[in-house]
């Protein structure tokens, strides 16, 4: 994985979604992460539920985390909900957090 990927997957984990104690990498709310050779960030995303009451702050604050790291150009993010989120998209870290 790219330097820069990385870094941006470290922004990506300090943003948490406000009714869940997990960042939302960790939730698997993130689908896609791609870089081009420019530098602009694609990522699509997706929220646990359609009627999720942060589904207009949430993903801008994804952009503007992204945007912080050094080196990227841009952010192009495509809010997703197919497939649907559910449980079985967690990393087992975020699944132990929330003792499932």
């Not at 994985?1 to 941006?8: E, P």
């Amino acid at each position: 994985m790219s330097d820069l990927k990385d870094k941006v997957i470290n922004e990506i984990k300090k943003v948490y979604d406000p009714e869940i104690p997990v960042n939302i990498y960790e939730m698997g709310l993130i689908y896609k992460l791609e870089i081009n050779d420019k530098n602009v960030v694609n990522v699509d995303m997706t929220l646990t539920s359609p009627n999720c009451p942060v589904a207009e702050s949430l993903p801008k604050q994804v952009k503007e985390y992204i945007l912080k790291v050094q080196g990227v150009s841009d952010v192009k993010l495509n809010l997703v909900w197919d497939p649907p989120w559910d449980q079985s998209k967690m990393s087992e870290a975020a699944k132990l957090e929330l003792g499932l």
